[in-house]
């Protein structure tokens, strides 16, 4: 929306009074402001030309008022709004703009982002020896103990449009060696931002999962100084910053600087890299940061137009993609309901809350070592890696004989038949489960060619989500947080419990540092900072300049305590270790085991179960026989919307909330007798919060009482969001008798 009637960060409300159209008769919805006459007109052409089996009409009254009717194709009976055609009207592209569908993994990580934030405080810090300032660290595990986090509110919005507060995102540093002018600085990265259609894009979750790419965005670049804030300071503030997903901009830079004294000079400064995991992996912050690199050294603009391939070519090959293979491969490969997926045995709380990180290292010898081993037999570091995760998991069982066990393998997607995809930083990775039986009394090198050859038979469907291999299973939806030991429930996601991660070498190209070395710039590697990764363990290994292994695990204080976690890492590196001693084809895996047959199993505490909340919650009890608002709570209402609508709401209506868990039918008895006789029913939602109404009122009992009203609004911050849906139910309210 681009007039002068649309400010930026407005947010559109439409009201639906669904009553019972005749067959083939048109849905009728009205747009509330802000919208001009020519940016409704520019809705409804959209809405015509991307939905060609609907009749698009449009009455404009005045600005902010205007009466579009859907005439749907003939069917036999009312015909509901598609989920695409409702997230059209609800939330226009911008000018521009494109839009494209949200899938696999990165449906998986936005859903994660939108889900109702816990109390636990996600506060990050990097260990001791990275993190010299930093006076809250306590040991190397960089665990903290702090508070934060935070609710819904009063109204119970299920859930966060800023993605921030609950630690869904990434945190990159590193000390900038030489010169740096900032002017410079910042023009290379807005020159990468007018490059990379990923840096213009962001998320629109109002009906349907979708990305959507803007023409035109801004770099965002902050500089602090250390004296008015400390690095540990600066970690904890970026991180409950957060995003606001729905506006472009998913990656943000914060140069803290230091000023010099005759006692001392100043310390290099230092760049903080925050970004989303739902719009970019790691290695696609790299190829990213190689562009700035490469805008850098030219004086702070990037060479040649934006990139292609990109994110809009991957949408297009994935969209043509046959499921064939995939459907037989996982018919067969799904996880069994026994199949082990927890590092460590049954235990009670851990008394910790927020990441912990763990680092250590193989000596380049030792890496050498494990790489011959491993070659030898046909395989390469990472399956050594796995299959000595797959020991350890099988340890925790605390069984005798072959037992399935389960855990996460992250995939690049990059390595697919689409030409230039290794170059896109996209959020193209993804983690797959990879399943193995482990047999003590079998070969070590049986185990080793069977995680081989899973991770190539994965490898060819890096795509796959967890939502689609459970369709292609037959199963049901995962479950968050699977049983209360050690195995799986029935068809449990293994890459909720362990993810482990192999990355490749993540280094400049040597003709651009020799370039930067010129003019006095010595390139750092960016080192990670603990972040929450949705799961109890993350295990990272890649080679470091030195040519040995680097091990980095960021486990969940809460599930691993400290000590715990510390000794899941130290036994996952003795048997790296051990492994390239058993050089006999006979040796088997039960005789690598036994190095650990001194050290104790860890302990794992159970998820927490969810805290029981009402169906129904009576947010003001307004007059006796006033009409009835119904707020609907869904995941990814933005956070605090509903609190401002009803704190400023001066009508008499009732206003009442209800959780919807994706059963239409469900609340049906509650609404029911939350509205009482006579009275009318208004069900109102902000984002998805609309469309969990509008498939509310599709199921209500219209002869049981008057026809609910429905009011709906995009997605923005909670003020814009609150004024909207006020907007829509104005325009609906009719006085108490």
Avoid: N
Avoid at 415 to 429: E, R, T
Avoid at 438 to 457: F, I, K
């Amino acid at each position: 929306m681009s007039s002068r009637y649309a400010p930026r960060g407005a947010v559109l409300a439409v009201v639906h009074e669904p009553g019972t159209p005749p067959a083939g008769g048109p849905l009728v919805l009205e747009l509330c402001g802000p919208l001009g006459p020519a940016d409704a007109e520019g809705v409804a052409a959209r809405l015509a030309q991307r939905h060609r089996a609907f009749d698009v009409a449009l009455d404009s009254h005045r600005p902010g008022r205007h009466t579009l009717r859907l005439t749907p194709p003939a069917a036999p009976g009312p015909v509901p709004l598609p989920a695409e055609l409702l997230a059209d009207v609800l939330a226009p592209p911008p000018p521009g703009g494109e839009v494209l569908p949200v899938t696999g993994h990165q449906q998986t990580l936005l859903i994660a982002a939108l889900a109702p934030a816990g109390t636990t405080d996600h506060t990050s810090h990097t260990d001791c020896t990275d993190c010299t300032d930093c006076t809250d660290c306590t040991d190397s595990t960089g665990g903290t103990d702090s508070t934060g986090g935070g609710d819904g509110g009063a109204g119970g919005d299920g859930g966060d449009s800023t993605g921030g507060g609950d630690g869904q995102l990434e945190q990159l540093y590193w000390d900038w060696s030489g010169p740096l002018d900032v002017a410079r600085f910042a023009a290379a990265w807005q020159s990468v931002v007018d490059r990379e259609s990923v840096l213009r894009a962001c998320f629109d979750w109002v009906a349907a999962p979708r990305l959507v790419l803007h023409a035109r965005a801004d770099a965002d670049i902050a500089v602090h100084s250390r004296t008015a804030v400390t690095w540990a300071q600066l970690l904890r503030r970026d991180r409950a910053r957060g995003f606001a997903l729905h506006r472009p901009g998913l990656l943000r830079l914060t140069l803290l600087r230091g000023a010099s004294s005759a006692a001392a000079p100043a310390p290099p400064p230092r760049v903080l890299l925050t970004y989303h995991p739902a719009l970019l992996d790691e290695r696609g912050v790299h190829l990213l940061l190689r562009e700035f690199y490469r805008a850098y050294a030219a004086g702070g603009v990037l060479p040649g137009g934006e990139r292609r391939p990109d994110l809009r070519d991957h949408a297009r090959w994935l969209a043509g993609q046959s499921t064939d293979a995939a459907r037989q491969l996982w018919a067969r490969a799904v996880p069994p309901r026994h199949a082990v997926t927890r590092p460590g045995r049954p235990g009670g709380r851990t008394g910790q809350h927020g990441p912990g990180l763990l680092h250590t290292r193989l000596r380049a010898a030792q890496t050498f070592r494990l790489r011959s081993w491993a070659a030898l037999r046909g395989a390469a570091e990472s399956s050594a890696l796995h299959l000595v995760w797959a020991l350890l998991l099988y340890r925790a069982a605390d069984v005798h004989g072959p037992l399935p066990v389960s855990f996460g393998v992250q995939l690049s997607g990059r390595d697919i038949a689409l030409p230039g995809a290794a170059g896109i930083p996209g959020p193209l990775d993804g983690p797959l489960p990879m399943t193995v039986t482990v047999d003590p009394d079998e070969p070590l090198t049986g185990l080793l060619h069977q995680v081989r050859d899973t991770l190539l038979d994965l490898a060819a469907y890096p795509w796959a989500g967890a939502e689609s291999i459970r369709a292609w299973s037959g199963g049901p939806p995962f479950p968050s947080g699977s049983g209360s030991g050690l195995f799986t429930d029935t068809f449990a996601d293994p890459c909720a419990e362990t993810l482990v991660r192999f990355e490749g070498p993540l280094l400049l190209p040597q003709a651009l540092r020799g370039e930067l070395a010129a003019q006095g710039i010595d390139v750092q590697s960016p080192r990670t900072a603990a972040g929450v990764t949705g799961r109890p363990l993350t295990l990272t290994a890649r080679h470091d300049t030195e040519g040995g292994l680097a091990l980095s695990a960021v486990h969940d204080r809460a599930r691993l305590a400290d000590e715990d976690a510390a000794a899941l890492h130290a036994q996952c590196v003795r048997l790296l270790g051990a492994l390239p001693g058993h050089r006999d084809a006979a040796a088997t895996a039960g005789q690598l085991l036994d190095v650990l047959a001194r050290a104790a199993v860890p302990r794992m505490a159970r998820p927490a179960p969810p805290p029981p909340r009402p169906a129904l919650s009576v947010l003001r009890p307004g007059h006796p026989h006033a009409d009835v608002i119904c707020l609907v709570v869904v995941p990814g209402v933005p956070r605090g919307s509903y609190d401002l609508f009803v704190r400023g709401h001066r009508g008499p209506e009732k206003i009442v909330a209800v959780h919807v868990d994706g059963a239409p039918g469900a609340p049906q008895a509650v609404l029911h007798q939350a509205r009482g006789p006579g009275r009318r029913l208004v069900l109102c939602g902000c984002g998805p919060g609309g469309r969990a109404a509008y498939e509310l009122a599709q199921h209500m009992p219209y002869a049981t009482g008057p026809a609910p009203a429905v009011v709906m609004t995009g997605i923005g911050d909670a003020a814009a969001s609150a004024a909207a849906l006020a907007r829509g139910v104005r325009s609906v309210l009719t006085p108490p008798p």
